[in-house]
């Protein structure tokens, strides 16, 4: 997973450090129809259905701090 360009407000475009508390993610690689979703550890964050080999999940409302972003399809 990584963080899109303009949610990206770090040092620089690539560090995956952001202040944004809502954006989307885009997982790459899926089945098209697939239920992707996005997880912190146990929680999850959101989820969409796959259109071709990608999902865009919105994230909305985190709160400052660090997070272990992983997907999974079903």
Sequence with gaps: ???PTVADSGSSST???TSSTSFS???NGVTN???VKLFNGSTVLGQA???GTSGTI???NLTP???SLTATQT
């Design 25 to 27: 993610i885009t997982v």
């Design 58 to 60: 919105p994230v909305t």
């Design 65 to 67: 701090g660090s997070y």
């Design 1 to 3: 997973l990584d963080l």
């Design 49 to 51: 259905s796959a259109t």
């Design 15 to 17: 560090d995956n450090i």
């Design 33 to 35: 129809g697939a239920t």
